[in-house]
T-cell receptor
């Protein structure tokens, strides 16, 4: 069974601080996606990484896919209260597009 | 961008009744849709994969006779929770893949349906 270990599960920081969320697996994924979810809403896709070693930037968010395509990280620079939410990583294997989700990281950014 | 809708957004039903949730891809065709459930403060758990025109594939531990899935067209999949019980109360979310836009890795989620069984 493929697993995706996401850490930390909870993170409470002050506005302006930097943070990194990690997703690790012993399995190789064909792609990995990062989502952000607000309470009572569905996840919203932030980015998809496909190539090993790939780095993508989305304003203050930097996403990296490990060289072996087994792990990924999300780094947020100068966090703002608007970044508060549940961040989810999800890896896709080659079984018809099924996504395997990490446990999620509940981020709280205090002003 | 690809938009997925769900209806209803919230539903309250009595124990023993059945509830149908619709998932629609509004601006693209989705040969595959996925159904998840999510408990408070937890991640998404895949329930089943819905393929247009064929039977759904259920994940281990998910009762196929309780959670009926129908994917009758390329833009609509439905999840029916039969004989609902309070333990079925949860947040149900669907997702769909846009296979026609060159974004084969992209998966888009609906806004979710909050089911409360009393």
């Amino acid at each position: 069974t493929q697993l995706l270990e996401q850490s930390p599960q909870f993170l409470s920081i002050q506005e302006g601080e930097n943070l990194t969320v990690y997703c690790n697996s012993s399995s190789v994924f064909s792609s990995l996606q990062w989502y952000r979810q607000e309470p009572g809403e569905g996840p919203v896709l932030l980015v998809t990484v496909v190539t090993g070693g790939e780095v993508k930037k989305l304003k203050r968010l930097t996403f990296q896919f490990g060289d072996a395509r087994k792990d990924s990280s999300l780094h947020i620079t100068a966090a703002q209260p608007g970044d508060t939410g549940l961040y989810l990583c999800a890896g896709e294997n080659n079984q018809g597009g099924k996504l395997i989700f990490g446990q999620g990281t509940e981020l709280s950014v205090k002003p | 961008g690809a938009v997925v809708s769900q209806h209803p957004s919230r539903v309250i039903c009595k124990s023993g009744t059945s509830v149908k949730i619709e998932c629609r891809s509004l601006d693209f065709q989705a040969t595959t849709m996925f159904w998840y459930r999510q408990f408070p403060k937890q991640s998404l758990m895949l329930m089943a994969t819905s393929n247009e025109g064929s039977k759904a594939t259920y994940e281990q531990g998910v009762e196929k006779d309780k959670f009926l899935i129908n994917h009758a067209s390329l833009t609509l999949s439905t999840l029916t929770v039969t004989s609902a019980h309070p333990e079925d109360s949860s947040f149900y979310i669907c997702s769909a893949r846009d296979l026609g836009g060159g974004l084969e890795y992209e998966q888009y989620f609906g806004p979710g349906t909050r089911l409360t069984v009393t």
